[in-house]
């Protein structure tokens, strides 16, 4: 059940709010995704972890956290808990992309575990984004480097899980720049969009004020379209969560305070997040806004992330009023087919 209510979007049609919330999964992909209301503006929560392939780290140092004074990050706990909270509450989803960190996570598995999250994976609960080794450099790298470490990535993740393994839609939100090259190869890999997080300051606000933060990418001169043309969409902030709602141990964000005392601040966060849904509305053209919730090596203690989440979804559907009405899910299968995003 949900609450309805009209929330109004300055410089946009007033759209009653749809958080969406998914229910027991139905399988992976497109059959994942929850309805969604051409009549109301649709929130995408996408709880997700940016794991660099070594960075300021080697990639040991990064998996196991070691040197955590240079930069406190241990993937191998990130993914231990994701899988974990996952399990304990079917509503929830996490997408993820670094398929480097999940091959040495996986060998060290037994049985059961690989038994749990190839279920999480087939659910539509786990989710897999971009599938390469790594999130490629499109500026430095040879467009064949590129090509053999997507293969590489999506190979192992088609032999672990099947078809539900292949992801649908290319996750570059940190490479430092974007090639039409790239955006070319992984539309004739057969994905469905591509997600971008850092763009030229002066593209991006152009663009805000065209809100032309979508579009359709034509990624060859010379190819025969659509064959090389892609969704692309520009994350709002990068592809961190919106200024406030931060609630991994790496942030310094208030939690989600709902008891009696003095430190409650649950209608504060709820009014936050709902002005928040509106500034981004007023940046794109349709009634689907996604929101990116999370950032490098977040989910280290998934239960702090998706313990506020449940709340925020929570209380804004208590929230019943004239003005605001909505309905609210975790993750993953928001690329709804009758949206025109990508799939998972």
């Avoid at 989710?127 to 450099?137: K, L, N």
């Avoid at 064949?144 to 672990?160: I, S, Y």
């Avoid at 190819?223 to 090389?228: D, F, I, K, T, Y």
């Avoid at 794109?284 to 280290?300: A, K, P, V």
Wanted: aromatic share 10%.
């Amino acid at each position: 059940s949900h609450d309805r209510g009209v929330m109004a979007v300055p410089g946009a049609a007033a759209l009653p709010l749809l958080l969406l919330l998914s229910g027991t999964a139905a399988g992976c992909g497109y059959e994942s995704c929850p309805p969604t209301r051409p009549d109301m503006l649709n929130v995408h929560l996408v709880p997700h972890t940016h794991d660099d392939v070594g960075w300021l780290k080697t990639v040991d140092q990064y998996y196991y956290g070691v040197r955590n004074q240079e930069q406190h990050a241990g993937v191998q706990y990130i993914l231990d808990s994701v899988v974990a909270q996952l399990a304990a509450e079917p509503s929830r989803r996490f997408v993820y992309a670094e398929v480097a960190f999940l091959a040495r996570w996986w060998q060290q598995q037994g049985e059961p575990t690989r038994r749990l999250v190839r279920r999480l994976v087939q659910e539509g609960r786990l989710e897999f984004v971009g599938g390469g080794w790594c999130m490629s450099d499109e500026a430095a790298s040879h467009y064949g480097g590129l090509v053999e470490q997507q293969a590489l990535g999506r190979a192992l993740l088609r032999r672990l899980f099947g078809p539900c393994g292949t992801p649908r839609v290319a996750w570059q939100i940190d490479p430092f720049g974007h090639a039409r090259e790239a955006a070319a190869a992984f539309a004739q890999m057969g994905y469905d969009g591509l997600f971008l997080g850092r763009v030229d300051h002066q593209d991006k606000w152009r663009r805000l004020q065209r809100r032309e933060l979508e579009m359709v990418w034509r990624g060859s001169d010379s190819l025969e379209p659509p064959r090389a043309d892609i969704f692309t969409g520009i994350l709002p902030n990068m592809y961190n969560p919106p200024p406030g709602l931060c609630w991994d141990q790496l942030c310094s964000d208030p939690p989600v305070v709902d008891g009696d005392g003095p430190e409650r601040n649950v209608d504060e966060v709820v009014t936050s997040f709902l002005q928040a849904a509106a500034a981004q509305a007023r940046q794109y053209r349709t009634n689907h806004i996604l929101m990116t919730m999370g950032s490098d090596f977040h989910y280290e203690n998934a239960h702090l992330w998706f313990k506020n989440l449940d709340k925020l979804i929570a209380h804004t559907n208590a929230r019943a009023t004239p003005q605001v009405g909505l309905w609210g899910w975790g993750a993953g299968g928001f690329w709804g087919a009758q949206v025109g995003l990508g799939g998972f």
